[in-house]
């Protein structure tokens, strides 16, 4: 099992190439890479030139950090065709950089608008149609999450779609911080995805539903908004026994990645919170496991 930092908190103070030994001097040995304004910005072209790359993962193998996945977020499934063919454009050149970079696991959003499931599912097969080919020349593999605003927000639909999808290297990502908008079914969906899979994002939350759907108040009343935290493991209600035991049960062995954000004042001492937190929750469930195979490296 590897566990990762998303050094996202970090971003605002540090240059993508700076990255690797921030996530080394929080005790991480992986690093995963998501949308940085210098890297892959969110919904845009790639802004990382061929030099940048290399000098990228030198600096990672001179920190003794290795690169877990590249993490874009592209308007790959519309809603409209302008907006899909440049989000393919841009997955082809983050395909390479990740290539580049010697990783061979991307993860990422469905992305497409919940008001028009049909359109976006349309959209996003499209793309497959495009990508696959060149994801399977690369030789990279392909994690997918269900998000809260995305045309696939339910866990259970959301590892439908990746079993559709038929492709061995395609599999599913449960994130942690998602858990009261995909169903609040942690262990059902852990189960249901079964070898499907292969990445966690752990961070808490808050149950948005809870108090009979009082928890936040937004103005106007039935605003569609989704509000969710990427917060430290304790300071939200989502059952990490739950969870883990869950993964252990089903013989989970991929990526587990830190993914809190918001709370940038504080971004040192919760990253090494959140890996002791996380190596003693992998302790605890999976003890009984194969010597060795799911200790965190």
Avoid at 91 to 99: E, F, Y
Avoid at 205 to 213: E, I
């Amino acid at each position: 099992m590897k566990l990762a930092l998303d050094p996202q908190m970090f971003y605002a103070t540090h240059s993508v190439l700076e990255l690797p030994d921030v996530v080394a001097r929080m005790g991480y040995k992986y690093m995963e890479l998501s949308p940085k304004a210098d890297f892959v910005p969110f919904f845009s072209y790639p802004r990382a030139d061929d030099a940048t790359v290399v000098a990228l993962r030198k600096r990672a193998a001179d920190a003794g950090v290795a690169i877990a996945s590249v993490l874009p977020v592209l308007r790959w499934s519309g809603p409209g065709e302008d907006e899909r063919q440049a989000a393919v454009r841009a997955w082809k050149r983050a395909i390479q950089i990740a290539v580049d970079l010697g990783v061979d696991v991307m993860n990422s959003e469905f992305n497409g608008r919940p008001e028009a499931p049909e359109l976006a599912e349309s959209q996003f097969l499209r793309s497959m149609d495009e990508l696959i080919p060149v994801f399977e020349r690369e030789g990279v593999k392909l994690v997918l999450e269900p998000h809260p605003d995305d045309f696939i927000e339910d866990g259970h639909a959301a590892v439908a779609m990746v079993r559709g999808l038929d492709k061995e290297w395609i599999s599913f990502l449960y994130c942690t911080p998602h858990t009261f908008h995909q169903g609040n079914d942690a262990a059902g969906i852990i189960v249901d995805a079964w070898k499907k899979v292969t990445y966690v994002h752990l961070a808490d939350t808050l149950d948005h539903t809870a108090s009979h759907g009082l928890r936040y108040i937004v103005n106007p009343p039935g605003s569609t908004v989704r509000v969710h935290q990427h917060a430290e493991i304790g300071r939200g209600e989502v059952d990490f026994d739950e969870v883990f035991g869950a993964l252990a049960a089903v013989g989970f062995d991929g990526v587990v990645s830190s993914c809190v954000f918001g709370w940038e004042e504080h971004a040192e001492a919760i990253s090494v919170r959140q890996r002791e937190k996380a190596t003693a929750l992998i302790a605890k469930h999976f003890s009984s496991a194969t010597p060795g195979r799911h200790t965190p490296r």
